[in-house]
């Protein structure tokens, strides 16, 4: 996937009224937010979406960097973006 192309997703995915949503902010823990965003993302990459939003909260920014940290590591991503408000987009 060029740039362009990476750019547009990215804006695609920002208004896409539809988008897949995974909630992780009440998540009681980072292993259980990180178990529940892995079986997350495998349900949602299963099905045609092109992408996701995942809800990590804006707390202590503790959870957010866990899951950028996961993201980075996973090779089914394509890539993210940080939304402002405590979420990102992730591209498969």
């Given at each position: 996937m060029n740039d362009n192309?990476?750019?547009a997703a990215f804006l695609g995915a920002q208004v896409d009224p539809h988008i897949p949503v995974i909630d992780l902010h009440l998540a009681d823990g980072l292993?259980?937010?990180l178990s529940q965003l892995e079986y997350?993302?495998?349900k949602v990459s299963r099905?045609?979406?092109r992408y996701c939003r995942v809800i990590h909260g804006i707390g202590s920014g503790v959870l957010?960097?866990?899951v950028h940290k996961f993201l980075t590591k996973n090779?089914?991503?394509l890539g993210f973006e940080e939304e402002s408000g405590g979420s990102c987009i992730v591209l498969f």
């Open positions: 192309d990476r750019r292993e259980v937010a997350e993302l495998d099905t045609d979406a957010a960097e866990t090779k089914q991503i």
